[in-house]
């Protein structure tokens, strides 16, 4: 991404600052601080940061420790890195004087309890007192509307990984093991020019297919069962997320029949989607349909999600929480019918949201028309 | 793990209630819950949460949805699994009512801000309100002490690494491209019986072993540069980790002299580590070693952290938090020292505290001594 991206993003951050009532933001979220500044660090564990964003209308100040400094000074060119030693929490004085800082918005949907109790206090007792303002969904908000370069590298993500699937089904056998299968997809994807998988490829048969979430296990696929394949790659930071659900020979009529009902409820919600109807409109589109078959209370989980720097992110598209669907939004739409020790069904498509409708990101390969 | 060991686990915590002044303990945090339950999953991002825990005196749930519903009845055989539709706050008034909760206690080191907001409005809402109480460390502590089977799966863990990790020494040529040596132990892990990996292997070669968080890169690895190896696996959960620097052929006069100093310094931390002793003398004596050798500046991170379920957990070793050294830690020795744009040396060894002082559970491979 060029450092005019990183500009634009800042930019547009900083238009926020009035409306909200802050002087300063802190950033600690690993993909909004990546979003912003291009510093490409996860943090290897839930309290283990590699740094945080402090950001007003004139600085741009990236905090981190010793193993991330040089690493942060390549890839986040419009930050000054400032390095601390052992507890970022001890240079927040300095960073406040030097920002002037007085009203310091934080990422209420990331920072932990007692971390926002420490900052709390040192915030307080600083002289000037240090305001802090709980911000919902700032950075996310921006992220859920792609721009034109992160599209590029989605579809490359998404294409990346269709093709990767297609040669993985076409060389299954039945006796071979999940487990192995799935490694397959791992070393076909790092053979690509990605960076590696997304999350764990959910390889899952038979039986195993009707738990959403399934862990690989050594089960040998047969023929005729389910067969559920979840995978995405990562590409240049960003995700992709599919699924398909094969059978190797004849599936029985009452798997095909689970199939049809599932392929019309995914591609009737894709027909429904429009920049401007509510993603809750969407899934109940899907969902009634599941419902109407009988297998309603098989579809446990939401239809869809937005898709990005996170393999999960906003839009989220289920039944609770209604949101807007917006042009330039990339999520899934992921209907699936799981039947308790028989097996399931879970189809799901990528797609990108248009003036005129969806186009779908993911390759169209290895789906049935029962 | 039997059953005994998650009910003994049970036992302890229960026992800590009275003197903590609660009736009910929430538990999110994944490697707390798995230890407390057996249930194995993980979250699959910081937001999403695949399952929690409630205790009492005499009850313990397992709150999760039903794409772990089987998994967790499977796993987590002391507990009673609820199955929640959407979203798990929605059940907390229903749970509160079956363990009639006044007080619950609540990890503050791991809920986050906008959800400690949400649950504090449904427990003060309630009927009778329920308080909430900020719990700190406390399965934490109990994981800092292994018990006899986990010694025996961490120990398997460091060997599986140790032999992996000296197979693709040994098979190393200069030429080779550092991302496809990280796949190499990627593969071999993978073709033992482990989990996996415990986090992406660290090859860092040339300048790029003086960062201590490298990223894998096209860098062709050469001939006379420090070659570092960060690597560790996971088996039956439980992580191993280990360093080593390695030179193809003869290494110049300064980093023999530089790996000289930092193997001093790790012998000598060993040697000083007993049941009782303070975390932070340990790292003051390696540190003052690299200090007295003039590379005082070079060395920016922690001496150690513990390992088990998670990569890095309780105790840290470091300059600033003292902790007591107790008889069955397993924690890291890792002193380094970093040039900027020339290269470092790391060392890590992983070790159990045992009554008389420390077994290296890391094999002795692949070390020099110049």
């Known amino acids: 991404m060029g450092q005019f991206i990183f500009e634009n993003r800042l930019s547009t951050l900083r238009s926020k600052f009035d409306p909200l009532g802050v002087d300063a933001i802190w950033i600690i979220q690993p993909e909004n601080r990546r979003y912003l500044s291009g510093f490409k660090a996860g943090d290897t564990q839930l309290n283990e940061s590699s740094g945080s964003l402090f950001i007003t209308l004139d600085q741009a100040l990236l905090l981190t420790d010793s193993r ?8 986040a060119a419009g930050f000054e890195v400032i390095t601390h030693k052992q507890d970022p929490i001890n240079s927040l004085s300095e960073i406040f004087d030097r920002l002037n800082t007085r009203r310091l ?25 240090v305001e802090l303002i709980p911000l919902s ?4 908000d921006m992220r859920e509307i792609k721009e034109p370069e992160e599209i590029e590298v989605l ?15 076409e060389e299954l056998r039945p006796g071979q093991v999940e487990k192995d299968v799935a490694w397959r997809i791992e070393t076909l994807i790092r053979e690509q020019d990605a960076d590696g998988v997304a999350f764990p490829p959910i390889v899952a048969s038979g039986p195993n297919s009707a738990l959403p979430h399934a862990i690989l296990t050594d089960r040998i696929v047969g023929e005729g069962e389910p067969i559920i394949f979840d995978v995405g790659t990562r590409v ?21 029949d689970i199939y049809h009902i599932v392929r019309e409820a995914q591609d009737s919600a894709l027909n429904s989607i429009m920049p401007g109807v509510k993603s809750t409109e969407v899934d109940s589109i899907a969902r009634d349909i599941i419902k109407k078959a009988g297998y309603g209370d098989f579809f446990g989980h939401s239809l869809g999600h937005g898709v ?16 807007v669907l917006r042009e330039g939004m990339v999520f899934t739409i992921e209907p699936g019918v799981y039947i308790p020790g028989r097996g399931g069904v879970r189809l799901e498509e990528m797609i990108i949201l248009e003036k005129d409708g969806v186009k779908v990101l993911t390759t169209n390969k290895n789906l049935y028309s029962f």
């Open 105 to 129: 918005g934080f990422e209420g949907g990331y920072l932990i309890w007692d971390l926002y109790q420490e900052v709390k206090e040192k915030a307080s007792k600083h002289s000037p007192p």
């Open 155 to 169: 579809r490359t993500s998404a294409r990346l990984m269709g093709d990767v699937l297609a040669q993985v089904i």
């Open 137 to 140: 969904r700032l950075v996310e």
């Open 308 to 323: 990005g720097l996170a393999p999960h992110e906003r839009p989220g598209v289920g039944p609770l929480k209604p949101e």
């Open 68 to 75: 991330y400094t040089v690493q942060a000074q390549k890839e």
């Open 236 to 256: 240049d930071g960003y995700c992709s997320d599919m699924t398909r659900t094969i059978f190797l020979g004849n599936p029985s009529s009452y798997f095909k």
